[in-house]
């Protein structure tokens, strides 16, 4: 079956019933993570990926690893069990464009559940290239995790940034990221993708950049933003997460120019069920 051509009215479908897109889907609908793409291009200073871990609740941790015919069966299972199941997501625990597996799963899961949609979060780096392989896979829903549009700020965040299987030196590395997230937001938008923008609110390193970033987004075509409070852990350990107030804060002024997400429950990569309910 041929990926469906993307319009505005695709865009509002596949967000309908997206439990991460839509504030009242959380509640209503299902969603399962799958952790098929272990391997990361960026060192981001908040995150610690573990696999092989039951007991802790937030991106980059998994269970285990699955393969993409584990992956096919998982959902089968899952629609089984709830068929409130509408999102199937590829969140890691890596960065889903830096591996094969997440091109080879998403075929075959487009191909056996073609009534889901399918969404992918990246980190940016790869996304102008690779692009057309995931609306050709059926990608429907897109996310973006932008922390930053200043230079200064990225290298506060990123320790190691890799591109075309060479570690870039960190001006060069932090320049290209930047470049490839908002390029690659402006063309996916542009496919008729419907396309999220993740900020991880760091307190002292860039909760004054929140508004920027949003209105960056907003110019460039994203459908809506979710601000995710920091959890520290990694070389940010020692960062305090950031207030409620200081949340609320940034929200109300990112939501000048985004609609805000105001529910996101910072999932494991293999995450299962409504969130609203978990």
């Known amino acids: 079956m041929p990926p469906p051509v993307l319009s505005e009215v695709n865009r509002h479908d596949y967000t309908e019933e997206h439990p991460c ?3 009242r889907a959380h509640f209503r609908f299902g969603r399962i993570h799958l952790p098929v793409a272990p391997r990361c291009n960026l060192q981001c200073a908040y995150c610690n990926r573990r696999f092989d871990c039951p007991n802790e609740a937030r991106p980059g941790v ?4 699955i393969s993409p015919c584990e992956a096919v069966e998982r959902v089968e299972k899952a629609l089984k069990k709830d068929n409130r199941l509408r999102v199937i997501g590829i969140a890691g625990p890596g960065e889903p464009l830096y591996n094969d597996e997440t091109y080879e799963v998403m075929r075959l899961l ?8 399918l ?13 057309k392989d995931l609306i050709i896979c059926g990608l429907r829903t897109l ?6 549009v200043r230079l200064a700020t990225a290298r506060k965040i990123y320790s190691s940034i890799v591109y075309n299987r060479q570690s870039l030196l960190m001006d060069e590395g932090c320049a290209r990221l930047l470049r490839q997230q908002r390029l690659g937001l402006r063309l996916a938008v542009e496919s ?3 396309v999220k923008v993740n900020t991880v609110l760091i307190p002292g390193i860039n909760e004054t950049e929140i508004e920027e970033i949003s209105k960056m987004a907003a110019d460039e075509g994203a459908y809506i933003m979710n601000i995710m409070p920091l959890i520290p852990q ?6 305090p997460p950031p207030t409620a107030m200081l949340l609320k804060t940034c ?15 910072q999932c494991r990569a293999d995450a299962v069920g409504v969130p609203g309910e978990s």
Do not use: D, W
């Open 62 to 65: 998994t269970s285990k690893l």
């Open 251 to 265: 929200r109300m002024g990112a939501g000048n120019h985004l609609p805000q997400f105001m529910h996101c429950k």
């Open 143 to 148: 996310t973006i995790t932008i922390n930053t």
């Open 110 to 117: 487009y191909t056996r559940f073609p009534q889901l949609s």
């Open 234 to 239: 990694a070389e940010f350990a020692n960062i």
């Open 21 to 23: 897109f839509n504030n």
């Open 192 to 194: 008729g993708l419907a």
């Open 119 to 131: 969404c992918v979060s990246t980190n940016g780096l790869l996304l102008p290239e690779r692009l």
